[in-house]
């Protein structure tokens, strides 16, 4: 596919498979072509490495949280579990939106969690509010930890972010769904990698090993939840899609 931005003439033309479509610069259409664009070399020069939240590292693009702050402050979920930790950015932004709430804690789950990575998180202003487990996120006893540490009533929130491969969220959905509340979401970030394989930091199998595939498969099997991309709480524009990393992530349990 080429596209052809011309600013004098204020018009966008996308070209592929021998077919030319043209749509005005300024118009929904433009800007969903251009956006896709803008998220795949945004990903490869690390754009999302350059935000943190209250000091620390969080490693996401500012939509993908500001939507996920859009559903927090809707289902105000008392625990929000999150697999991945990395620098804890996620963890203390999901903590800070509790916080704000008066209500809410937040289970961090990683394989490892390198110790530069738990000091920062542990001498964090909003440490009380995060449990740090470490563990494979599916191993049945980091699972089982994870579940001692959910209160019956509870209104819980899972957020994927760990390994990404197909195979890896597949065992993530099928070890965490039954914790998620009815009307809450299971959430299988990072699906963006199925249109990255071509470029220069991606992988080639990436066109088929990716979380999005691993929902697919589980949805097929799983009719108690459904994929449901969150709605807009305020938009006074044409647009409705989401500029994301976080393609078909969100499901929700009916």
Not at 23 to 49: C, H, M
Not at 53 to 80: A, H, N, S, Y
């Amino acid at each position: 596919m080429k596209i052809v931005i011309d600013t004098d003439n204020r018009s966008l033309e996308r070209h592929s498979n021998g077919q030319v479509d043209r749509f005005p610069l300024y118009s929904k259409e433009a800007f969903e072509l251009i956006s896709d664009q803008w998220v795949r070399v945004g990903w490869n020069e690390k754009y999302s490495y350059t935000f943190s939240w209250l000091g620390v590292p969080i490693i996401q693009i500012p939509e993908d949280m500001l939507r996920t702050q859009e559903v927090i402050f809707r289902l105000k979920p008392d625990v929000i579990v999150e697999t991945g930790v990395a620098h804890g950015g996620s963890l203390v932004f999901s903590a800070s939106l509790c916080r704000l709430l008066g209500r809410g804690r937040v289970i961090g789950v990683d394989i490892e969690i390198r110790p530069h990575n738990r000091a920062a998180i542990e001498k964090h202003d909003l440490a009380p509010l995060i449990k740090l487990i470490e563990g494979d996120s599916t191993a049945e006893d980091t699972v089982e930890q994870v579940r001692k540490s959910i209160a019956e009533g509870d209104t819980v929130m899972v957020l994927l972010d760990s390994c990404h491969t197909k195979q890896h969220v597949l065992r993530e959905l099928e070890a965490y769904h039954s914790l998620i509340s009815p009307g809450s979401y299971i959430v299988a970030t990072d699906g963006i990698m199925r249109d990255l394989s071509d470029v220069p930091r991606g992988q080639s199998d990436w066109d088929v090993n990716h979380p999005v595939a691993a929902v697919e498969e589980f949805l097929a099997s799983h009719p108690e939840f459904h994929l449901e991309q969150p709605a807009w709480t305020f938009n006074e524009s044409e647009l409705s899609r989401n500029v994301t990393h976080w393609p078909a992530a969100w499901l929700r349990r009916r």
